[in-house]
Structure formats: C-alpha cells, structure tokens
C-alpha cells in the first residue's frame, strides 16, 4: 500500500484571502497594525498559536492568545462572507478523484488547521470521502515537527518509505524528510520553490496534472522487495 498525505491550505484549497482578512481584523482589533499579506502568508502551515508567535515574537504570551482568539473569531465570521471564498485549486478534484480509484493508494491530510476547521473546509468541497487520515493541530505538534506525518503513517499501517507528503511550505517538505516519507512540492502555494528545494522537495509540480504521472514515475523507481 501507498500513502499520499495533502497539506491543505496552499495546496489543495487557496485559502490566502480568508487567512490575511482575519489575521488583519485580528491586529485591527487590538489596535495593532496590521501586517504586509505576504508576510501572513508566509506562516501559512503552522498551528495558529505558532503562526502568530512567529509573526510577533516580540509580543508577550498572553496578548498573543487574545490575537489567537481573535483571529478565530475574524475567521468563523468571516466564512458567512459571500464574497470571500477558498476555491480549490485548479486540478485538485480530479486528481483526488484518479489517485482514490486506485486500490493500493490511500490518502491523508496533515495540516495546522484545526481539527473543526479541516472538516469544514472538506465538507464544503464535498472533499471529506477521499482521506482516511486527518491529522491537525489539535492533536500534534506544528509543522515542521513529524509527528502529524508519523500519525497518519501508523493509522494507515504504511511505512514511511511507502508515503508521499504533497504540500506547499518549507514546512511541509522539512515534516516530510523528518518523518521518512517522499517530500514533493507545489509551486501554486505561498512559499517559493527554491525555498522548497533548499527544505528537501524531491520534486515540484507546477500543476495538479502532474501529481499522478509523478507519482508513478517515482514508484515505478522504487526497487521490489520480497
């Protein structure tokens, strides 16, 4: 069996607007000025609690939690929105789509999100059949740390040489290399592709088109055992 664990946000849903909208209602809120988008995107992948540390390590604990909490709070709302929206990237259904009829592969979600949020955004793309695992925040370390990945490996019964992290950040790919699983990057999420490379990707796709035929290339390298 083959396991293919997705990021989320940047990689399979575009999330960047409803992401920058919250965090900046959120400084906004406590009187904080608000920070350049791609400095927001840039912690993208992170649990929130460590995003928001990374953003503002100069501030102290307890203003961080209530920037935490009100970045929640922006986001829920802002979900009611119609005009802010996480579209899937283009390719994305069809290639969940071809790699779930395939009888060896199951697939995963290993994200910074939290447990609620994930299940939110899956059932909103009618995304939720597809993943046997899905592993968050709530319940491991934040990316880059492995754990998440090594969760999803055990509740697949797989091993770490027969995984595949698909994701979008340094964060992903250093998660990936640390847990033993194949690192492969895309290049339609919010860190750039040299940065991916210099993390560990073994490959960057500029297209979920090129998911599948990849994916066969680098099994069909793999050398039999037994």
């Known amino acids: 069996m083959k396991l293919v664990v997705f990021d989320c946000d940047g990689t ?5 607007h409803m992401i920058a909208a919250a965090m900046s209602h959120a400084f ?7 920070l350049p988008r791609e400095q927001v995107l840039s912690i993208v992948g992170l649990s ?9 390590p100069h501030v102290e604990a ?4 209530e920037l935490t909490l009100a970045y929640k709070d922006a986001f829920f709302e802002l979900r009611k929105r119609a005009d802010l929206v996480e579209p899937l990237f283009e ?3 069809a290639a969940l789509e071809g790699l779930y009829a395939i009888d060896h592969v ?15 955004a ?6 939720g059949r597809y993943f046997m695992t899905l592993q968050t925040a709530d319940d491991a370390p934040s990316k880059p740390h492995p754990e998440m990945l090594r969760r999803a490996i055990r509740e697949a019964g797989v ?7 698909v994701g979008d950040t340094t964060y992903d790919m250093e998660m990936a290399r640390a847990a033993g699983a194949y690192a492969l990057g895309v290049d339609w999420g919010y860190h750039e592709v040299d940065t991916l490379r210099r993390a560990g990707a073994g490959k960057v796709l500029t297209h979920f088109d090129e998911l599948l035929p990849a994916l066969d290339r680098l099994w069909a390298a793999e050398t039999p055992t037994g």
Do not use: F, N
């Not at 929130?48 to 503002?56: M, S």
């Not at 199951?106 to 939110?120: D, I, N």
């Open 12 to 16: 399979l849903i575009d999330s960047q």
């Open 28 to 34: 906004t809120k406590h009187e904080m000025e608000p």
């Open 48 to 56: 929130l609690d460590e995003a928001i540390a990374t953003l503002v």
């Open 62 to 65: 307890p203003k961080r939690d």
């Open 91 to 93: 390719g994305a259904r």
């Open 106 to 120: 199951l697939m995963g979600v290993a994200t910074g999100k939290s447990q609620r949020g994930l299940r939110h």
């Open 122 to 127: 899956l059932e909103a793309h009618g995304l």
């Open 159 to 165: 091993e770490p040489a027969d995984t595949v992290l």
